[in-house]
């Protein structure tokens, strides 16, 4: 197995260019992360009445804007880039074929997210007529200026390319080794790149047809339910876009951080390959209360919805087993014993597990979220941002960084400055997130909506007892405080790293699983029937809701005909070149059928 064959050489020994690029997405990845923290900072305070001086209250969108795209857009998909990069290479332990290639996704992805960035920070220029104050869910009726779209759009392109480039190193690969199974990382790279060219093709629909036309002036009017639809068509999936390298990371890494091995190679295949199936026909849960979608299509989608629970269950069956193991390697008893003899000094193996613990929690706000009726209680209020913090904003986020203190030095033979800043930097993104969190599920519960610079309505009055508004308040402003610190503590981190000189000996190897991927039945790794099964689920779920939205509202909203004036001439035209071939058809059919008698 190519997996167990790396020996003491560390990653960038091995495959230097590409961990030139890994670094580079990286950083890109770190410098959005630098831009998100510190909007977050400001809107934390500025909502919780602590500090009100930086902005005006309209301002407050194009912070939130900012803090959004840049976070779960930028921050996260160019750590995907770079890690999935990482993982492919390594598994197949072979180099891309064609590094230019890389490069030029990589070019496209930074300068698409350069576009979309400025466009947001102009709104705050009141000279430039230019603004993107949409949020990162940015469907009509709010509108951007053209080149938030268009920026956006060249950015999903460079994703999409990356993932050509890195079916075309299976392939190769494949034909190099046509009898053996797909690695486990490089499985885990491939369906999440399938399942993402699935979702992205709804979004780049919208943003390409719709929004971008809109916004130029080709356009009058938008149908706002659709362009809502097909941003919640990806939206959802995205969700998973982003918590699948995660997991790349909890299956293949944390284990061997443990001290042990993965417990299930076949069980974190039927895992991606769940994701792969069920991540996008479930959109809708974000729409129970849009008006304009029968009940019975939201109720498909809950439906839908709870089966897509079955594959985080068995995560978080399958990684606590690995661990357990681990700890039972390096000597661990007891029910519970075993989990005092876990590395908890090490920042990437206790930064992995605080994100899986407070993930726990979020599948639980994820799970009330999605059931129809309790989320009428929840919608739009800032429960739902409570959920997000600990799902993106911490099993994904927390994972990330803490990944970093393990994956830096070997793709730059340069040690971690300081792994105890580190463990502190971990330990406290927890305690923020825990008080932050919490306090706004509690909010939300009471009412309190999301995306509101200043909360406190006249005439509506929030309990303010213990546990009530204002309290809850003091513990976002500190929890939000908290973790602004601790993302300028690992970004100084790395910076301080970068410093450092190289030295050899940081490699890493990763142990192969103990259930490993010969106990896989074959049929898991055939990507072209699940992709198969995938489009089909989605048309099964989309493809009324679709039809009914359209023929409702038209496709460019009510009023202006079902499709835009230019197509009309261009589908007679059409009509009347088919009418011939067809009549010349049926003829033939006819003749045919004379002839068979
Ligand atoms: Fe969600 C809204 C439902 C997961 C992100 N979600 C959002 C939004 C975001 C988001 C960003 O049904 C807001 C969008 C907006 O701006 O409007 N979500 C779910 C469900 C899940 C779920 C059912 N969400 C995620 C993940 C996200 C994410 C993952 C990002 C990465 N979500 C919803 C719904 C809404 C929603 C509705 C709409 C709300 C509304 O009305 O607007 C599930 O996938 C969750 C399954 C997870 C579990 C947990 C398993 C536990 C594990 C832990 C293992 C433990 C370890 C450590 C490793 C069942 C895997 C052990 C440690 C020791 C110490 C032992
Ligand atoms: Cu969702």
Do not use: C
Not at 217 to 229: H, S
């Amino acid at each position: 197995m190519s997996e167990a064959l790396e020996g003491d050489r560390s990653f960038v020994d091995k495959f230097p260019q590409e961990a030139r690029i890994i670094r580079s997405a990286f950083l890109s990845s770190f410098f959005a992360l630098l831009l998100g923290a510190v909007f977050g900072i400001i809107q934390t305070l500025h909502r919780t009445d602590v500090f009100r001086g930086i902005i005006s209250s309209t301002d407050y969108y194009t912070v939130l804007t900012a803090h959004g795209v840049f976070l779960v857009i930028s921050f996260t998909i160019f750590f995907l880039v770079g890690l999935f990069t990482w993982a492919l290479t390594r598994s197949l332990d072979r180099p891309l074929v064609n590094i230019k290639i890389t490069w030029t996704w990589y070019a496209l992805m930074a300068i698409g997210m350069t576009m979309t960035g400025v466009s947001i920070l102009a709104g705050f220029v009141s000279s430039i007529d230019m603004s993107a104050d949409v949020l990162y869910t940015f469907y009509a009726p709010l509108q951007a200026h053209p080149l938030f779209y268009t920026g956006l759009a060249v950015f999903i392109v460079g994703s999409w390319i990356a993932g050509a480039d890195w079916f075309r190193t299976f392939l190769a690969w494949k034909r190099e080794h046509p009898d053996e199974r797909i690695p486990l990382q490089t499985f885990m790279v491939l369906t999440t790149m399938a399942m993402w060219y699935i979702a992205s093709s709804a979004v780049a629909a919208s943003v390409l047809i719709f929004l971008l036309p809109w916004s130029l002036g080709f356009i009058d009017q938008v149908n706002p339910t659709l362009t809502r639809t097909l941003f919640w068509f990806f939206g959802h999936p995205v969700v998973y876009f982003w918590l699948m390298p995660a997991y790349l990371l909890w299956y293949t890494v944390l284990p061997r951080i443990a001290g042990g091995r993965l417990f299930s190679d076949p069980l974190a295949r039927v895992v991606f390959v769940l994701f792969l199936l069920l991540s996008t026909p479930v959109g809708i849960h974000h729409q129970y209360l849009d008006p304009g979608i029968a009940e019975g299509f939201k109720f498909i989608s809950m439906t839908n919805t709870m089966f897509l629970l079955l594959p985080s269950l068995l995560t978080a069956f399958t990684v606590v087993a690995s661990v357990e193991y681990g700890a039972r390697q390096r000597g661990g008893t007891g029910l519970l014993g075993w989990l005092t003899d876990l590395p908890w000094r090490k920042p990437e193996f206790t930064g992995m597990m605080l994100a899986g613990l407070m993930f726990a929690a979020g599948g639980f706000s994820g799970m009330v979220n999605a059931g129809m009726n309790i989320n009428y209680m929840i919608h739009n209020t800032i429960w739902v941002p409570g959920h997000f913090h600990l799902t993106v904003g911490t099993a994904v986020a927390l994972t990330f960084m803490a990944a970093t203190y393990w994956i830096w030095p070997q793709i730059s033979n340069k040690p971690i400055y300081s792994r105890t800043i580190g463990l502190f930097q971990v330990v406290l993104w927890f305690i923020g997130m825990a008080l932050m969190s919490n306090a706004m599920h509690a909010q939300g519960i009471m009412g309190v909506p999301r995306r509101t610079a200043e909360p406190e309505y006249s005439g509506f009055d929030y309990p303010m007892m213990f546990g009530g508004f204002e309290e809850l308040n003091i513990q976002i402003a500190i929890g939000g405080t908290l973790l602004f610190v601790s993302t300028v503590l690992f970004l100084g981190n790395v910076v301080l790293t970068m410093g450092n000189p190289k030295v050899s000996g940081l490699a890493d190897p990763l142990p192969p699983a103990i259930s490993g991927p010969d106990d896989a039945p074959q049929v898991l790794d055939n990507l072209r029937l699940w992709v198969g099964i995938a489009l089909t689920l989605v048309v099964l779920a989309y493809a009324l809701p679709l039809a009914a939205i359209i023929s409702r509202g038209g496709l460019l909203g009510s009023g202006v005909g079902s499709y835009p004036v230019w197509l009309g001439p261009a589908f007679d035209a059409l009509v009347s070149a088919l009418t011939p071939i067809a009549d010349g058809a049926l003829d033939a059919a006819a003749a045919l059928v004379e002839v068979g008698k």
